[in-house]
Protein backbone atom coordinates (compact mmCIF):
# COMPACT_ATOMS: atom_id res chain seq x y z
CA UNK A 1 0.00 0.00 0.00
CA UNK A 2 1.18 3.56 -0.75
CA UNK A 3 -0.29 5.31 2.27
CA UNK A 4 -1.37 8.54 -0.11
CA UNK A 5 -4.01 10.42 -0.48
CA UNK A 6 -5.07 12.67 -3.70
CA UNK A 7 -6.66 15.93 -3.84
CA UNK A 8 -9.48 16.27 -5.70
CA UNK A 9 -10.90 19.37 -5.07
CA UNK A 10 -11.09 22.19 -2.46
CA UNK A 11 -12.11 25.58 -1.00
CA UNK A 12 -10.29 27.94 1.19
CA UNK A 13 -12.71 28.57 4.58
CA UNK A 14 -10.40 31.31 6.04
CA UNK A 15 -7.55 33.09 5.04
CA UNK A 16 -6.32 35.27 8.22
CA UNK A 17 -2.80 37.10 9.42
CA UNK A 18 -1.37 33.38 10.66
CA UNK A 19 -3.35 31.08 9.68
CA UNK A 20 -4.99 29.47 6.32
CA UNK A 21 -8.10 26.80 6.50
CA UNK A 22 -8.99 24.83 3.75
CA UNK A 23 -11.15 22.21 3.09
CA UNK A 24 -10.57 19.20 0.45
CA UNK A 25 -11.96 16.39 -0.71
CA UNK A 26 -9.07 13.81 -1.03
CA UNK A 27 -9.04 10.04 -2.75
CA UNK A 28 -8.10 7.20 -0.96
CA UNK A 29 -5.81 4.59 -1.27
CA UNK A 30 -8.87 1.96 -1.92
CA UNK A 31 -10.65 4.52 -3.97
CA UNK A 32 -13.11 5.79 -1.95
CA UNK A 33 -13.29 9.67 -1.27
CA UNK A 34 -12.67 11.72 2.43
CA UNK A 35 -12.77 15.44 3.66
CA UNK A 36 -9.52 16.91 5.02
CA UNK A 37 -9.22 20.26 6.85
CA UNK A 38 -5.79 21.74 6.98
CA UNK A 39 -4.72 24.33 8.36
CA UNK A 40 -1.72 26.00 6.91
CA UNK A 41 0.94 27.59 9.07
CA UNK A 42 3.96 29.42 8.11
CA UNK A 43 5.97 27.20 10.81
CA UNK A 44 7.72 28.02 13.82
CA UNK A 45 10.93 28.17 15.49
CA UNK A 46 11.59 27.23 19.74
CA UNK A 47 14.98 28.20 21.52
CA UNK A 48 16.81 26.57 24.18
CA UNK A 49 19.15 29.20 25.80
CA UNK A 50 21.20 28.40 28.29
CA UNK A 51 23.31 31.01 30.60
CA UNK A 52 26.20 30.63 32.39
CA UNK A 53 24.87 29.05 35.52
CA UNK A 54 23.30 26.21 33.06
CA UNK A 55 19.92 27.57 33.61
CA UNK A 56 17.49 27.83 30.58
CA UNK A 57 15.58 31.08 29.77
CA UNK A 58 11.77 30.49 29.47
CA UNK A 59 8.70 33.02 28.84
CA UNK A 60 5.41 33.08 30.91
CA UNK A 61 2.77 34.41 28.65
CA UNK A 62 -1.42 34.53 28.33
CA UNK A 63 -2.13 31.91 26.19
CA UNK A 64 -5.93 32.55 24.72
CA UNK A 65 -6.69 29.27 23.83
CA UNK A 66 -5.71 27.90 26.73
CA UNK A 67 -7.12 31.08 28.93
CA UNK A 68 -4.25 30.54 30.89
CA UNK A 69 -0.46 31.69 31.63
CA UNK A 70 1.93 28.73 29.63
CA UNK A 71 5.35 28.52 30.32
CA UNK A 72 7.63 28.55 26.92
CA UNK A 73 10.75 28.41 26.19
CA UNK A 74 11.13 31.38 23.53
CA UNK A 75 9.36 30.63 20.31
CA UNK A 76 7.86 32.62 17.58
CA UNK A 77 6.53 31.84 13.86
CA UNK A 78 8.47 32.06 10.83
CA UNK A 79 8.92 34.92 8.75
CA UNK A 80 9.52 35.35 5.34
CA UNK A 81 12.75 36.02 3.91
CA UNK A 82 14.64 34.61 6.63
CA UNK A 83 15.96 30.93 8.11
CA UNK A 84 14.55 29.62 10.57
CA UNK A 85 17.93 30.14 12.24
CA UNK A 86 17.96 33.47 11.60
CA UNK A 87 13.79 33.96 13.33
CA UNK A 88 15.41 31.85 16.35
CA UNK A 89 18.27 34.60 17.42
CA UNK A 90 15.17 37.48 16.64
CA UNK A 91 12.66 35.57 19.08
CA UNK A 92 15.45 35.41 21.65
CA UNK A 93 16.38 38.39 21.61
CA UNK A 94 13.01 40.00 21.68
CA UNK A 95 11.51 38.01 24.24
CA UNK A 96 14.08 37.50 26.56
CA UNK A 97 16.96 40.40 25.43
CA UNK A 98 19.53 37.58 25.08
CA UNK A 99 21.76 37.09 22.25
CA UNK A 100 22.88 33.40 21.72
CA UNK A 101 25.88 31.92 20.03
CA UNK A 102 27.11 28.29 19.10
CA UNK A 103 23.90 27.29 18.54
CA UNK A 104 22.76 24.02 17.58
CA UNK A 105 19.59 22.25 15.83
CA UNK A 106 17.53 20.29 17.91
CA UNK A 107 15.85 19.19 14.62
CA UNK A 108 11.70 19.81 13.84
CA UNK A 109 9.00 18.90 14.83
CA UNK A 110 5.23 18.11 13.36
CA UNK A 111 3.08 19.59 16.53
CA UNK A 112 0.09 18.44 15.10
CA UNK A 113 0.10 16.25 11.71
CA UNK A 114 -3.72 15.34 12.25
CA UNK A 115 -4.85 18.68 10.75
CA UNK A 116 -2.06 21.04 10.31
CA UNK A 117 1.27 21.46 8.20
CA UNK A 118 3.18 23.31 10.82
CA UNK A 119 6.85 22.63 11.06
CA UNK A 120 8.35 23.90 14.30
CA UNK A 121 12.67 24.11 14.42
CA UNK A 122 14.40 23.33 17.74
CA UNK A 123 17.27 24.61 18.27
CA UNK A 124 19.74 25.40 21.62
CA UNK A 125 22.67 27.46 22.37
CA UNK A 126 24.53 29.39 24.75
CA UNK A 127 23.87 33.02 26.11
CA UNK A 128 26.44 35.38 25.04
CA UNK A 129 25.19 38.71 26.51
CA UNK A 130 21.70 40.24 27.65
CA UNK A 131 19.80 42.95 26.93
CA UNK A 132 16.68 44.38 27.00
CA UNK A 133 13.76 42.21 25.91
CA UNK A 134 12.20 43.47 22.97
CA UNK A 135 8.60 42.18 22.81
CA UNK A 136 6.29 42.40 20.27
CA UNK A 137 3.56 45.12 20.17
CA UNK A 138 0.69 43.22 21.99
CA UNK A 139 3.31 40.76 23.49
CA UNK A 140 3.67 40.82 27.50
CA UNK A 141 5.32 37.81 29.17
CA UNK A 142 7.71 37.32 32.22
CA UNK A 143 10.98 36.05 31.77
CA UNK A 144 12.08 33.18 33.64
CA UNK A 145 15.09 31.40 34.37
CA UNK A 146 15.11 27.36 35.72
CA UNK A 147 18.24 24.94 36.42
CA UNK A 148 17.82 22.82 33.15
CA UNK A 149 18.22 19.76 34.60
CA UNK A 150 15.24 20.84 36.69
CA UNK A 151 13.27 21.88 33.48
CA UNK A 152 13.72 18.52 32.68
CA UNK A 153 12.00 17.22 36.01
CA UNK A 154 9.70 19.24 35.35
CA UNK A 155 8.56 18.26 31.64
CA UNK A 156 8.62 14.65 33.53
CA UNK A 157 6.19 15.60 35.98
CA UNK A 158 3.92 17.48 33.79
CA UNK A 159 4.41 20.88 34.72
CA UNK A 160 5.49 21.98 31.72
CA UNK A 161 2.68 21.63 29.31
CA UNK A 162 3.73 22.92 25.56
CA UNK A 163 5.14 20.56 23.30
CA UNK A 164 7.71 22.00 21.60
CA UNK A 165 9.10 23.68 25.13
CA UNK A 166 8.64 19.71 26.00
CA UNK A 167 11.10 18.60 23.26
CA UNK A 168 13.52 21.23 23.63
CA UNK A 169 13.91 20.63 27.21
CA UNK A 170 14.40 17.08 26.96
CA UNK A 171 17.05 17.15 24.14
CA UNK A 172 18.52 19.57 24.98
CA UNK A 173 19.26 18.12 28.95
CA UNK A 174 20.45 14.82 26.99
CA UNK A 175 22.93 16.94 25.35
CA UNK A 176 23.91 18.48 28.12
CA UNK A 177 24.40 15.90 30.23
CA UNK A 178 26.39 13.83 27.53
CA UNK A 179 28.73 16.93 27.44
CA UNK A 180 27.79 18.03 23.95
CA UNK A 181 26.45 21.24 24.79
Not at 71 to 87: C, D, F, M, R
Request: proline residues 4%; negative net charge; hydrophobic residues 40%.
Amino acid sequence: MKLTETKLSGKDVFNGRILHVIHDEVALEDGTTAMREVVRHPGGVCVAAIDSDDNLLFVRQFRYPYGEVVLELPAGKLEKGSTPLENGKRELLEETGAVGYSYISLGQVYPSPGYTDEIIHLYACRIREETEARPDEGEFLNVERIPMLKAAEMVLNNRIFDAKTQIAVLKTAALFQSGKI
